[in-house]
């Protein structure tokens, strides 16, 4: 009975991975609203190896559309430049020799759809993720099965594992549908 619960918490420990890596790449996902969190990935070459861009620099929302970075160093702001357009945000940096403004532009329709896509596409690797755990669990309890774990509480094990990878889906859609619709809404 101990190996299955444990089997079971394993699986909802990496439903629940599959489920945080969603919300990590929704982040990332622009809606045309300035946030700090689409430059999270940048690195900076910072005297000799890559640091991440809030490690050398100050980074501000000034309003609805407009980023500053303001590098700890002066000697930072082209690094942080390049790094930025090297990212391929769609969004060019201007540097005024102090700060490093970033004006997000208006989504098009165009980038819109994409940005859907590209949701969706994250919202099914969740899924798969989700579905992976239940396929490994299910392997543990067929083979506590044949080792001699009772039938009965092992198809109660299956059930509840289908339970949990559907409550698992349901949230992956939820959190997949509020992000369309943000980013649909103009």
Not at 94 to 116: F, K, M, Q, S, W
Not at 158 to 164: K, R, Y
């Amino acid at each position: 009975m101990e190996d299955i619960s444990h089997v079971m918490s394993e699986a909802q420990a990496h439903m629940e991975r599959a489920v945080e890596h969603l919300n990590h790449e929704m982040v990332k996902l622009r809606t045309g609203k300035a946030s700090p969190v689409i430059l999270q990935d940048i690195l900076i070459e910072y005297y000799g190896s890559p640091t991440p861009l809030h490690q050398v620099a100050n980074i501000q929302v000034a309003d609805a559309r407009t980023l500053v970075i303001q590098p700890w160093e002066r000697n930072m702001l082209a690094p942080i430049e390049r790094a930025i357009v090297n990212a391929n945000l769609g969004i060019t940096p201007a540097n005024d020799g102090e700060v490093i403004r970033l004006t997000i532009p208006p989504l098009t329709e165009e980038r819109r759809r994409e940005l859907v896509k590209k949701l969706k596409h994250a919202g099914e690797e969740s899924k798969i993720g989700v579905r992976n755990a239940r396929h490994k669990a299910l392997d543990h309890v067929k083979k506590a099965m044949k080792a001699g774990y009772p039938e009965d509480l092992a198809k109660r094990a299956e059930h509840d594992l289908q339970e949990m990878v559907n409550r698992y889906v349901k949230r992956i859609d939820d959190l997949v549908s509020a992000k369309e619709k943000e980013i649909m809404t103009i």
